[in-house]
């Protein structure tokens, strides 16, 4: 079923529940159908509704994208790619540009997994989730929509119509960066997304740093994020930074990494973020 509305989505998921799975990219759902990890009895195509496939920008609201929206429209998009750098690298390496051309940032983050490229850099841009159901729309923060492995908030008569982030000044910064052992078609071993507000004087005003494959859902790192305000934008400060994200990362140890060599992973990753990202808030 290829419905045209949002509303007409709700209708559907409210007659079929559980029994319907929302199709976006297909990248995701069309392989665990096929390999019977989920089951359905209606798959409902959302890209024929021009909210969910559209996005905007403005200096206001900042940005609203919609959720079936491809990962490379981000990336080459000249404006919103320098504007999100966390959010261009994400989408930049999500599988090779096949995928990119289909896959969307709404599916990546529908499917709630902990390794997922985009959901560290939506919580480091503070990105809040448009859900629509019988009742309306509510807005989540993405740092809380992951709930568990393939897990989140949503109900089963409930859809993602948007992400929303908000506007990025000039003095803003950010970036993603993830450990895989080969370069292409592989899952994050860590992934973290690091952004900056920088204040007049040099200073650190804001920041904020999400850290993924490191526990069930993708993490904020709140304290290492809070310890950063008012400092310099330093090697050291970065790498305290680092060392305080570590404290919240209790990862799984399996064949492509131990739990104590990704949580090396995380200091050396945080570090690395958080200078692309203060660089690209000086430049
Ligand atoms: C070869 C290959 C390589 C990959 N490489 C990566 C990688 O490097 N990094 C990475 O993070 N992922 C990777 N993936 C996984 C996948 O491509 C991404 O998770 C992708 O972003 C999913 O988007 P999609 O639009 O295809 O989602 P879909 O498959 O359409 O949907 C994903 C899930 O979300 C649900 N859903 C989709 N849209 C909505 C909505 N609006 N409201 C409610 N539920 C919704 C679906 O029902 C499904 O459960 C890869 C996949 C493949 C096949």
Same mark, same amino acid.
């Given at each position: 079923?290829?419905?045209?509305?949002?509303?007409?989505?709700?209708?559907?998921?409210?007659?079929?529940?559980?029994?319907?799975?929302?199709?976006?990219?297909?990248?995701?759902?069309?392989?665990?159908?096929?390999?019977?990890?989920?089951?359905?009895?209606?798959?409902?195509?959302?890209?024929?509704?021009?909210?969910?496939?559209?996005?905007?920008?403005?200096?206001?609201?900042?940005?609203?994208?919609?959720?079936?929206?491809?990962?490379?429209?981000?990336?080459?998009?000249?404006?919103?790619?320098?504007?999100?750098?966390?959010?261009?690298?994400?989408?930049?390496?999500?599988?090779?540009?096949?995928?990119?051309?289909?896959?969307?940032?709404?599916?990546?983050?529908?499917?709630?997994?902990?390794?997922?490229?985009?959901?560290?850099?939506?919580?480091?841009?503070?990105?809040?989730?448009?859900?629509?159901?019988?009742?309306?729309?509510?807005?989540?923060?993405?740092?809380?929509?992951?709930?568990? %492995?393939?897990?989140?908030?949503?109900?089963?008569?409930?859809?993602?119509?948007?992400?929303?982030?908000?506007?990025?000044?000039?003095?803003?910064?950010?970036?993603?960066?993830?450990?895989? %052992?080969?370069?292409?078609?592989?899952?994050?071993?860590?992934?973290?997304?690091?952004?900056?507000?920088?204040?007049?004087?040099?200073?650190?005003?804001?920041?904020?740093?999400?850290?993924?494959?490191?526990?069930?859902?993708?993490?904020?790192?709140?304290?290492?994020?809070?310890?950063?305000?008012?400092?310099? %934008?330093?090697?050291?400060?970065?790498?305290?930074?680092?060392?305080?994200?570590?404290?919240?990362?209790?990862?799984?140890?399996?064949?492509?990494?131990?739990?104590?060599?990704?949580?090396?992973?995380?200091?050396?990753?945080?570090?690395?973020?958080?200078?692309?990202?203060?660089?690209?808030?000086?430049?």
């Amino acid at each position: 079923m290829a419905p045209n509305s949002v509303s007409e989505v709700v209708s559907l998921l409210s007659e079929h529940g559980d029994r319907a799975k929302m199709l976006a990219g297909g990248t995701d759902i069309i392989v665990q159908l096929r390999e019977g990890l989920r089951e359905a009895d209606v798959v409902i195509d959302i890209k024929k509704i021009e909210d969910i496939t559209s996005f905007h920008y403005c200096e206001e609201n900042g940005l609203s994208l919609g959720a079936a929206v491809a990962c490379y429209h981000l990336y080459e998009h000249p404006q919103l790619s320098q504007l999100y750098g966390a959010l261009a690298d994400s989408t930049h390496i999500i599988g090779g540009w096949q995928i990119q051309s289909r896959a969307s940032v709404g599916g990546n983050l529908c499917n709630a997994s902990p390794a997922a490229d985009s959901i560290p850099s939506l919580i480091a841009l503070n990105a809040e989730a448009v859900i629509a159901g019988p009742e309306g729309q509510r807005t989540v923060a993405v740092q809380d929509f992951c709930t568990g %492995p393939g897990r989140n908030v949503l109900e089963n008569n409930e859809l993602l119509v948007a992400i929303q982030i908000p506007a990025q000044g000039g003095e803003c910064g950010s970036a993603y960066e993830r450990f895989i %052992p080969r370069n292409e078609m592989d899952i994050a071993v860590v992934g973290v997304g690091s952004w900056i507000r920088l204040s007049d004087d040099g200073t650190i005003a804001e920041s904020r740093i999400s850290l993924g494959a490191v526990a069930a859902t993708p993490l904020f790192a709140e304290e290492a994020s809070a310890s950063l305000v008012g400092k310099e %934008p330093t090697e050291e400060n970065f790498a305290a930074a680092g060392e305080l994200a570590k404290k919240i990362a209790t990862p799984i140890s399996d064949m492509r990494g131990t739990d104590e060599y990704r949580t090396h992973l995380v200091g050396v990753l945080v570090k690395r973020t958080l200078t692309t990202a203060a660089l690209r808030a000086q430049n």
